[in-house]
């Protein structure tokens, strides 16, 4: 059973940074597609970040520049660093796997074709 365990989201102020961690557990695969996504407040859940097995990466306009998406592959951990924090950030950040992806305009990119997801974690960026 794949489980994704997220971890490291908080309350900073604006300007701030986090990062945040996804665990992934159950699986010996190495070579998900793995995502970042986040709900704001009264918003549909949209793509932050991705990173493909390969390892090419993926950001939504409103982030590039300020976050950055990696992953240990020994680990198996997916991390997002959020730089440049702005009130307008305030979310709760998921992170997604899949198995069969290989690309995906993370912008625009429907969240229900994700395998599996984690539970969440709260992002607080208060001005």
């Known amino acids: 059973q794949v489980r994704l365990v997220e971890s490291g989201g908080g309350s900073v102020q604006s300007g701030g940074s986090l990062t945040l961690s996804c665990a992934v557990t159950?699986?010996?695969?190495?070579?998900?597609?793995m995502a970042w996504f986040r709900q704001r407040p009264g918003k549909e859940r949209e793509g932050v970040a991705a990173?493909?097995?390969?390892?090419?990466?993926t950001y939504a306009d409103s982030v590039k520049g300020r976050f950055t998406v990696s992953r240990d592959t020994v680990k198996n951990t997916l991390y997002l660093q959020m730089n440049s924090l702005k009130p307008e950030d305030t979310a709760v950040y998921y992170c997604a796997a899949d198995s069969t992806l290989l690309s995906v305009v993370i912008g625009t990119v429907d969240p229900s074709i994700f395998e599996f997801w984690g539970q969440g974690t709260q992002v607080t960026v208060s001005s």
């Open positions: 990173v493909s097995g390969d390892g090419s990466k």
């Open positions: 159950g699986s010996t695969d190495r070579g998900y597609f």
